[in-house]
T-cell receptor
Framework: GAGVSQSPRYKVAKRGQDVALRCDPISGHVSLFWYQQALGQGPEFLTY????????KSGLPSDRFFAERPEGSVSTLKIQRTQQEDSAVYLC???????????????FGEGSRLTVL | QKEVEQNSGPLSVPEGAIASLNCTYSDRGSQSFFWYRQYSGKSPELIMF????GDKEDGRFTAQLNKASQYVSLLIRDSQPSDSATYLC??????????FGTGTRLTIIP
């Protein structure tokens, strides 16, 4: 597709359920990022992949959060035993180059809005 | 102290006036600075990025960076109602990730 695609766009989960959020980056993009954006806040970094390698997972808030990108393209963010504080928009972003900050070319998807009841 | 600080607003500016958005950051090792615009329910989109001290202009937008004061700003000239959005300041310290401020909500009044 033309942009970063995320699914589902909206997810309602009961507390304790597991959820999986999918990100399809722009074709050929090397770097892939997950951010969490709570209501009224700026996005917060969760994790970063370069191809299939997860190079930084320092932002994952707990061991209930797990991300993978097994073939270096599509990525899945999994949240186990969801809690109310996990309610947020989960944004995926991708870039062609590993050093995207020199060009500013980081492209965000529309996000997956998770609501935990 | 938060790593990237912005006034959350709301900031109201009359149509046609200059909107001034400000951001301070705490890490002196910060290397590049970004302004994103985010409409409600939409993803952030890049407006400007800057990494050298001084001004950088692109159309109606000017980004200003002062590393000594750890301050970055965004000016929007001839503000239009379509500029009404939340503006996110973000900082990169040379690794791959961005640290965002909480955003400033801007409203342009027709």
């Amino acid at each position: 597709g033309a942009g970063v695609s995320q699914s589902p766009r909206y997810k309602v989960a009961k507390r304790g359920q597991d959820v999986a959020l999918r990100c399809d980056p722009i074709s050929g993009h090397v770097s892939l990022f997950w951010y969490q954006q709570a209501l009224g806040q700026g996005p917060e970094f969760l994790t970063y992949f370069q191809n299939e390698a997860q190079l930084d997972k320092s932002g994952l808030p707990s061991d209930r959060f797990f991300a993978e990108r097994p073939e270096g393209s599509v990525s899945t963010l999994k949240i186990q035993r969801t809690q109310q504080e996990d309610s947020a928009v989960y944004l995926c972003a991708s870039s062609l180059l590993g050093s995207w900050a020199n060009t500013g070319e980081l492209f965000f998807g529309e996000g997956s809005r998770l609501t935990v009841l | 102290q938060k790593e990237v600080e912005q006034n959350s607003g709301p900031l109201s500016v009359p149509e046609g006036a200059i909107a001034s958005l400000n951001c301070t950051y705490s890490d002196r090792g910060s290397q590049s600075f970004f302004w994103y615009r985010q409409y409600s329910g939409k993803s952030p989109e890049l407006i400007m990025f800057i990494y050298s001290n001084g001004d950088k202009e692109d159309g109606r937008f000017t980004a200003q960076l002062n590393k000594a004061s750890q301050y970055v700003s965004l000016l929007i000239r001839d503000s239009q109602p379509s500029d009404s959005a939340t503006y996110l300041c973000a900082v990169n310290i040379g690794n791959e990730k961005l640290t965002f401020g909480t955003g400033t909500r801007l409203t342009i009044i027709p």
